[in-house]
């Protein structure tokens, strides 16, 4: 008996039905996940949030001595 077919026959057991169930039940888990918003879409608007502020930030900086990139800042921040 080779150490092939040693291989072969152990993953025909029990252990490789599990993993492969394991394996199945994790990615439809994760496409639900994704499919109702998770974390991904959260983080997304967290961000946007975060760099609109910062837009709006440099506007007021530039107002001084550019206001027209002031302005071009604000437009692009309420976009």
Not at 26 to 55: C, M, N, P
């Amino acid at each position: 008996m080779s150490t092939a077919t040693i291989t072969q026959a152990q993953d025909k057991g029990l252990r490789h039905q599990f993993a492969e169930t394991a394996r199945t039940i994790r990615a439809f888990a994760i496409e639900l996940y994704v499919a109702h918003g998770g974390w991904f879409s959260h983080d997304a608007k967290r961000a946007e949030q975060t760099s609109r502020r910062q837009l709006l930030s440099l506007a007021a900086a530039a107002e001084s001595h550019s206001p027209a990139l002031s302005a071009e800042l604000r437009n692009f921040a309420s976009k």
